[in-house]
């Protein structure tokens, strides 16, 4: 099955740098790539995600890359902000099977103000 | 609904009674998932539905817990005898076949 790794495990960064969070997979038959981003004590909601047909997807300050070669995948938040804060979870599933989706472990990002 | 309803919210109860958690999910989607975070941790997948097909139980940490979808639509998560251990946030989900998930809010059990 497949297994995700995501490091690092915590990342404080101050208010206006970039934040970087990085998965890897290991099935190669994976591809559908969320993030989920989780506020303390609500639920993780969806704010991006890349399909193995694309390198790269941008949505404002938020950008994923994908290396399928590789097997790995990043998050990158640019001019981070206070609001940035929580928890992040990358995933990994195949198209058409969701039920083999698996979560990294997540990442703590703190920004400071 | 518009999202995914969960109910509780909250559930506190002793150790070794029942709790049956409850799962609504967003009208359409097929798949649903039940995942348990403790405190401070990452996702533990549960169970997976998918439409009519079986479920996927593999997930369960023990037969003390199960769960059925009736009419593909609303879920019910069922803990027997609950321990101390299976406190957590129960956090169902449901989706689109290769779309992402959208959460509910959960459940917050706590075993005394």
């Known amino acids: 099955g497949e297994n995700v790794e995501q490091h690092p495990s915590t990342l404080s960064v101050q208010e206006g740098d970039s934040a970087v969070i990085k998965c890897t997979y290991s099935d190669s038959a994976s591809n559908y790539f969320p993030w989920y981003k989780q506020e303390l004590g609500k639920r993780p909601q969806l704010i991006i995600d890349?399909?193995?047909?694309?390198g790269e997807k941008k949505d404002q300050r938020i950008a994923v890359t994908l290396n399928k070669t590789a097997k790995h995948f990043s998050l990158h938040i640019t001019e981070t902000q206070p609001e940035d804060s929580a928890v992040y979870f990358c995933?990994?599933?195949?198209?058409?099977?969701?039920?083999?989706?698996?979560f990294g472990a997540g990442t703590r990002l703190t920004v400071k103000p | 609904g518009a999202g995914v309803s969960q109910s509780p919210s909250n559930k506190v109860t002793e150790k070794g009674k029942d709790v049956e958690l409850r799962c609504d999910p967003i009208?359409?989607?097929?798949?649903l998932y039940w995942y348990r975070q403790s405190l401070g941790q990452g996702l533990e997948f549960l169970i997976y539905?998918?439409?009519?097909?079986?479920?996927?139980k593999s997930g369960l940490p023990s037969d003390r817990f199960s769960a059925e979808r009736t009419g593909g639509s609303v879920s019910t998560l069922t803990i027997q005898r609950t321990q101390q251990e299976d406190s957590a946030v129960y956090l169902c989900?449901?989706?689109?076949?290769?779309?992402?998930?959208?959460f509910g809010s959960g459940t917050r059990l706590t075993v005394v």
């Open positions: 989900a449901s989706s689109r076949t290769g779309y992402g998930y959208t």
């Open positions: 539905f998918q439409g009519n097909s079986a479920p996927d």
């Open positions: 890349i399909r193995s047909n694309v």
């Open positions: 995933a990994a599933s195949s198209r058409y099977n969701n039920n083999d989706m698996r």
């Open positions: 009208s359409g989607h097929t798949a």
